[in-house]
């Protein structure tokens, strides 16, 4: 660290300096005397990415950010505080604490936290920052987790890991072999040191496969942020006894949806079929991925239109975990009808569909927007239709 950086007239410098082009402000030179340009760069491109995704890092003062990279990797504050009420208890140790936001969100539910981070550089800031945000309830330890765990012996509450997605060449990963530390390799010594285990995946990782890795899987939460899945949260308990849940989750400003199911049931209900009725539901990303499709049928009791389509439809407007529309029509998939509807604009979706969005915006000669939505499907009869609807 170069503790420079947090001068004032540095500190003012790179918020005045948030929204200007990098290279003009390297081009214009960047004269302070303590400090390399390259370091004022990397303040004003992590503090900037961290706007949205870290409002309280953002918005606090003399915060020391660490490199772009450690920012992207990082979980945001809305995911790290669902994170936070899934925990209970006395003490929590975070293995591989990165920036320090969960353990900082942890520290609100746990009375004793401690974050591990190998990297010393970064070890030193997240100090730095969790004094400057008045938080002494977290131990700062700038140690291999693993080592960390086996040489202050002694049972936790949790355990949480967020493993590395890049390996020695920096080359993204995502399953649990790859990743650093290896799951696999040590899910028995964090049982034994904690009764919860916690473990954040990548959202790319394939659920089915991954309950062959672990053991004593007691839940998997599906986070979607705004519709876009951002992590994979596997939730072990030493000597679990009860069925295994998959709890989905989509947070947006305006709500949180909620929806679980159990994946052995999964396999066993039957969805019902059905022509398009009055209104079309569309599932969101959390519950695509966790691959509840028949479950979302049987617990709502709404058909689907189509074994492959996962697009549910009902004569009454209901609750749903997803997006609602309201069906204006349904005409054929063909060229010539739908010129008939002079439709210029639209927002596009396919589900079952054999043609990419972008193919039908072509064909079709459709602009992006608008208050209509077209949905590109399959119905029941294996008939490719256009639903035009609008929003419920």
């Not at 765990?149 to 649990?176: M, N």
């Not at 396999?267 to 079929?273: G, Q, V």
Request: proline share 3%; with cysteine; charged share 25%.
């Amino acid at each position: 660290m170069n503790l420079s950086i947090l001068n004032t007239e540095v500190q003012d410098f790179i918020n005045a300096n948030l929204n200007e082009d990098i290279s003009k402000l390297l081009l214009n030179g960047i004269s302070f005397s303590e400090i390399e340009a390259k370091d004022i760069i990397k303040q004003i491109e992590a503090k900037k990415r961290s706007k949205k995704k870290l409002p309280t890092w953002f918005n606090s003062k003399n915060i020391y950010f660490p490199n772009k990279l450690n920012i992207e990797q990082t979980s945001s504050e809305v995911t790290a505080n669902y994170k936070a009420n899934l925990v209970s208890g006395n003490s929590l140790i975070d293995l591989t604490g990165g920036f320090g936001v969960d353990a900082y969100y942890f520290s609100k539910r746990i009375k004793n936290v401690i974050h591990c981070e190998i990297n010393k550089s970064l070890s030193e800031i997240v100090k730095h920052n969790y004094k400057t945000l008045n938080i002494n309830t977290i131990e700062c330890l700038n140690e291999n987790g693993i080592e960390a765990l086996k040489h202050i012996d002694r049972p936790f509450d949790w355990i949480y890991i967020d493993p590395s997605r890049r390996d020695d060449t920096k080359k993204k990963v995502f399953l649990l072999s790859e990743c650093i530390p290896n799951i696999k390799t040590f899910q028995g010594l964090f049982l034994k040191y904690a009764n919860n285990v916690m473990i954040k995946t990548s959202p790319l990782l394939d659920i089915k496969a991954t309950l062959n890795d672990l053991k004593q899987i007691k839940e998997l939460h599906v986070i979607a942020l705004d519709n876009e899945v951002k992590e994979l949260l596997w939730v072990l308990e030493r000597d679990c006894k009860t069925e295994f849940i998959i709890k989905t989750v989509n947070l947006t400003k305006q709500s949180k949806q909620e929806f679980e199911f159990n994946i052995e049931s999964e396999s066993d209900e039957i969805a019902k079929h059905t022509e398009p009725l009055t209104y079309i539901y569309e599932p969101n990303s959390a519950i695509l991925k966790a691959g509840a499709f028949n479950s979302i049928s049987s617990q709502l009791n709404i058909p689907k239109l189509h074994k492959h389509s996962h697009l549910y439809t009902s004569n009454s407007l209901i609750d749903f975990p997803g997006r609602r529309f309201k069906i204006e029509k349904s005409i054929p998939f063909n060229k010539k009808i739908f010129a008939k509807e002079k439709i210029s604009k639209a927002n596009v979706t396919t589900r079952n569909f054999p043609i990419s969005v972008g193919e039908i915006r072509k064909k079709l000669k459709i602009k992006d927007g608008g208050d209509i939505y077209l949905f590109f499907t399959t119905d029941l009869n294996n008939i490719k239709i256009i639903l035009v609807c609008f929003k419920a």
